[in-house]
């Protein structure tokens, strides 16, 4: 079975912080993405990877950056927290760019 | 026009019955289709997925396709109240999956 953990199940910040979502799976993927997911927004791309030290931006890259120094890991960096950066963050991963992805568990973040 | 859309819910259905999911997508290229269920406050959990056109059987759920008509379905046959959740729709694109916003599947007891 695919594997994919996140650092975090729950993280509460404060404005300004700097945050690090961390994201590992353990089944050889080529292909790693970061979501965040609202209410009534659905599922948005922010950032993915196609291999190691690749980085694509997504549909909302503002505010974010990524780091993929291992194949297997994939970290979501946010350089100074907001309040509207307030959401559920899903990475995943998947064998090619366009096949089934695997979700990791997710960690919601609150902005204080 | 967004890139997937599915049918607005939520659908509630009573246990037993069958519910019926629908997603429209505008990329005629698009290869491959995928289902995903999401019980809240939860990742979503990849159930079904589909390439060629037609159907799909896996235990109580049908994937269907219709690549001409720009169509894929999800029949959930013997609805139970752990069917109860979002499900979301996938299609393959340029470089990505690009998801609909979901439909909430609600299995009255």
């Known amino acids: 079975d695919v594997k994919v953990t996140q650092s975090s199940r729950y993280l509460v910040k404060r404005t300004g912080e700097k945050v690090f979502l961390e994201c590992v799976q353990d089944m050889d993927h080529e292909n790693m993405f970061w979501y965040r997911q609202d209410p009534g927004l ?15 931006k997504g ?5 974010y950056s990524v780091s993929r120094e ?9 350089e100074s927290a907001s309040t509207n950066q307030t959401s559920m963050y899903l990475c995943a991963s998947s064998p090619q760019a366009t096949g089934e992805q695997y979700f990791g568990p997710g960690t919601r973040l609150t902005v204080t | 026009q967004k890139e997937v ?5 939520p ?12 997603c429209t997508y505008s ?6 289709f995928f289902w995903y269920r999401q019980y809240s406050g939860k990742s979503p959990e990849l159930i079904m997925f589909i390439y060629s056109n037609g159907d799909k059987e896996d235990g109580r759920f049908t994937a269907q ?7 894929v379905s999800l029949l959930i046959r013997d609805s139970q109240p752990s069917d109860s959740a979002t499900y979301l729709c996938a299609v ?11 439909t909430t599947v609600t299995v009255r007891a």
Do not use: H
Request: hydrophobic share 30%; glycine share 12%; charged share 25%.
């Open chain 1, 42 to 56: 659905g599922l948005r791309l922010i950032y993915f990877s196609y291999d190691v030290k690749m980085k694509e």
């Open chain 1, 59 to 63: 549909d909302i890259p503002e505010g």
């Open chain 1, 70 to 78: 291992k194949k297997e890991r994939f970290s979501l960096i946010l």
């Open chain 2, 5 to 9: 859309e599915q049918n607005s819910g």
């Open chain 2, 11 to 22: 659908l509630s259905v009573p246990e037993g019955a069958i519910a019926s999911l629908n």
């Open chain 2, 27 to 32: 990329d005629r290229g698009s290869q491959s």
């Open chain 2, 65 to 71: 396709l219709n690549k001409a008509s720009q169509y």
């Open chain 2, 92 to 102: 393959t694109g340029d470089y990505k999956l690009s998801f609909g916003a979901g």
